[in-house]
């Protein structure tokens, strides 16, 4: 089995790649997770350009596709609503697609893991992100604030997003954030 991974960036899909590895069961022959990376207005503008991609990588074997689209201030359902023409286009492949709509992006999961962060920044204080990270509308500038407020420098998503990635733990980022459960449960279905 093959996990094809569609994402918006280079830097987010590796973070997403390393996330999805640690909630995979391990076993003696894990599934193969490749990553392609589509422009998030080519999700919603040009489908047909997606539906390339997806078609590209289902031709061996079978393949389990997950397109992670950020919602970036915009109300997920709404997301999910403008999603219908990419899904009515990938239909026509006849192979599964599944969204996952990632509220707000990808630092939103990132931040809900105190102690991914903790180690990230090997910092000598406790690290608190408070509050339903789900609601923050720029989670970037969540992580931007606890960097700083810990000596880090600036955070640079290129980088610290890896990181991040590297050190953190699903279970605690499902246990805050629906959207990463919901990425979860496609992986292990």
């Known amino acids: 089995m093959t996990i094809a991974l569609f994402t918006e ?4 899909g590796e973070a997403i790649r390393i996330l999805a590895e ?3 069961p391990k076993s003696s022959k894990p599934p193969k997770i490749m990553r392609r990376c589509i422009n998030r207005g080519d999700i919603f503008t040009n489908p047909r350009k997606l539906a390339a991609l997806v078609k590209q990588v289902n031709v061996k074997e079978q393949t389990k596709n997950i397109v992670c689209v950020d919602s970036e201030c915009t109300d997920p359902k709404l997301t999910e609503k403008n999603l219908q023409s990419a899904k009515k286009t990938l239909s026509e492949l006849k192979v599964a697609v ?8 990808l630092e939103t999961w990132l931040a809900a893991d105190e102690e991914a962060l903790h180690a990230a920044i090997k910092s000598k204080l406790p690290i608190k992100v408070p509050g339903n990270l ?3 509308c720029r989670p970037e500038s969540i992580l931007k604030e606890i960097y700083r407020k810990h000596g880090k420098g600036d955070f640079t998503k290129s980088r610290d997003d890896i990181i991040i990635a590297n050190h953190a733990d699903p279970a605690r980022i499902a246990k805050r954030c629906s959207s990463f459960k919901k990425f979860q449960q496609i992986l292990l279905s």
Do not use: N, P
Not at 98 to 105: G, L, M, P, R, T
């Open 98 to 105: 599944d969204f996952i709509i990632v509220v707000h992006a």
């Open 9 to 12: 960036d280079s830097s987010s």
């Open 134 to 136: 789900e609601t923050a």
């Open 22 to 24: 640690k909630c995979l």
